[in-house]
């Protein structure tokens, strides 16, 4: 299949088009250095010539009030320019819960984004992860200083990024769902301690402080962003990835 991948330069979006094209397939990565911007809808309407599954693993560059803006712009410039181009599938990835967490606006901006491709003629599929391995250490910057790290005790159970890419090529090369697949990590953690389990494997001396009110996690009610039952769960568990 011709699969164009666009993000397919990004952390999720680079290894997408190497499995894809492992897997026998022409995948094409789009962003602005090659010429398409989907936020402007510059150079999309040629890139999805004769594509057959259109991925798109762009993201907001900004967790805030604009994030919205951002979803709603480039989805409606992906949906007009996929049906105009006759493209059979496209596919996302969002969050597992992000309907579940109305008070953090980012969430709300990745329901909107499912929503306007659900909306649209396109067939599609949504591929929703939970968060990655790889943001552990940006998470425990937020809320730190010299000495202390502060955390919730928030439940997450996160994942590698190779297997969110595993799962987003696997859905890619199938049919469209017409609806949304869950993967998630094998663990779930408190978010405080994984902080204390990463700072170990870093011989990181700091302490953890269980704060629920700290960093974007405290606004997570319960076990809102834990997969539920039928969800994939990847392979890698955390422990072994921090050895790696």
């Known amino acids: 299949m011709n699969i164009a991948v666009i993000g397919g330069t990004g952390l999720i979006g680079s290894q997408v088009v190497r499995m894809l094209r492992a897997d026998g397939h022409e995948a094409t990565p789009l962003s602005p250095s090659t010429g398409v911007d989907l936020l402007t809808g510059q150079g999309l309407d040629a890139a999805l010539k004769g594509v057959d599954v ?142 204390r389990i990463t700072l170990a494997a870093h011989g990181d001396r700091r302490t953890v402080v269980t704060d629920p009110t700290a960093g974007m996690f405290a606004a997570v009610p319960g076990d809102a962003i834990i997969a539920k039952d039928g969800a994939d769960l990847a392979p890698t568990a955390y422990r072994d990835w921090l050895a790696r």
Request: net charge negative; charged share 20%; proline share 7%.
């Open 54 to 195: 259109v991925v798109n693993l762009t993201n907001s560059p900004t967790f805030d009030d604009a994030s919205p803006a951002f979803f709603r712009t480039t989805m409606d410039n992906l949906v007009a320019a996929a049906a105009r181009e006759g493209v059979g599938h496209a596919v996302i990835l969002s969050i597992v819960g992000a309907d579940r967490v109305p008070d953090l606006v980012y969430y709300q901006a990745k329901v909107l984004q499912e929503d306007i491709l659900k909306a649209g003629p396109v067939p599609y599929s949504i591929v929703r992860a939970t968060q990655f391995f790889e943001f552990v250490d940006a998470v425990l910057s937020w809320t730190s200083d010299e000495t202390t790290v502060r955390l919730p005790a928030t439940p997450i159970q996160p994942m590698a990024a190779a297997d969110v890419a595993r799962a987003v090529a696997d859905v890619s090369e199938g049919a469209p769902l017409r609806g949304v697949r869950n993967v998630a990590g094998p663990e779930v953690f408190a978010l405080d301690e994984l902080g």
